[in-house]
């Protein structure tokens, strides 16, 4: 089964600096997708940024990009000038690229605090 | 309703009793997952419908949580005689096309066993 891992339970950042928040994942297969959803106050879970494993192209999304190093099975988020309403919690995600593939498997998440 | 709506919002029942949490996926949405977030845990799997085709109940955690989507669309979780275990925000989420499509997400309900 595929398993995702955050190593890190809790960040913090001053307000325009950037952070990076880690995540390792393990599978076999070769065709996948990855995910940062972003979880604040609100519960509500919110997509920050995908990446298709068969890209070898980074994904950007504003201030919002990741570090996809697929031997590694390495898939970083990096969050550049920090604002306050990036305080949330950041789940990364794993999904089969398989047609019978649907689950979305997620790491335990990242509590992230922006300093003011 | 532009989004995934869920209902109620929030739900405190005492143990033993029945519960019944509501979600009303984007229209045209044809895939709908359930997930349960307990506290300090990442999201886990509950079950997924697809279309008309048989529901994928592999991640229910016992023979208490039932699931039920009517005409493809509004889908109710039951949990039959609560545990304090069972407390938890439960999320509901739908998507267009699986697995390219995100999922979108509901603001989910947050379940408190007395």
């Known amino acids: 089964a595929q398993t995702v891992t955050q190593s890190q339970p809790e960040m913090s950042v001053q307000e325009a600096e950037t952070v990076t928040l880690s995540c390792t994942y393990d599978?076999?297969?070769?065709?996948?997708?990855l995910f940062w959803y972003k979880q604040p106050p609100s519960r509500q879970m919110i997509l920050v940024i995908r990446q298709e494993a068969y890209k070898q192209q980074n994904a950007t999304e504003n201030r919002f990009s990741v570090n996809f190093q697929k031997a590694a099975k390495s898939f970083s988020l990096k969050i550049s000038d920090s604002q306050l309403g990036d305080a949330a919690m950041y789940f990364c995600?794993?999904?089969?690229?398989?047609?019978?593939?649907?689950?979305?498997?997620f790491g335990k998440g990242t509590l992230l605090t922006v300093n003011p | 309703g532009a989004g995934v709506s869920q209902s109620p919002s929030n739900k405190v029942t005492e143990k033993g009793k029945d519960v019944e949490l509501r979600c009303d996926p984007i229209s045209g949405h044809t895939a709908l997952y359930w997930y349960r977030q307990s506290l300090g845990q990442g999201l886990e799997f509950l079950i997924y419908?697809?279309?008309?085709?048989?529901?994928?109940k592999s991640g229910l955690p016992s023979d208490r949580f039932s699931a039920e989507r009517t005409g493809g669309s509004v889908s109710t979780l039951t949990i039959q005689r609560t545990q304090q275990e069972d407390s938890a925000v439960y999320l509901c989420a739908s998507s267009l096309s699986i697995p390219r499509g995100p999922l979108h997400f509901g603001n989910g309900t947050r379940l408190t066993v007395t």
């Open positions: 995600a794993y999904m089969g690229g398989g047609g019978s593939n649907y689950k979305l498997t």
């Open positions: 419908f697809q279309g008309n085709s048989a529901p994928d």
């Open positions: 599978t076999s297969e070769s065709d996948y997708y």
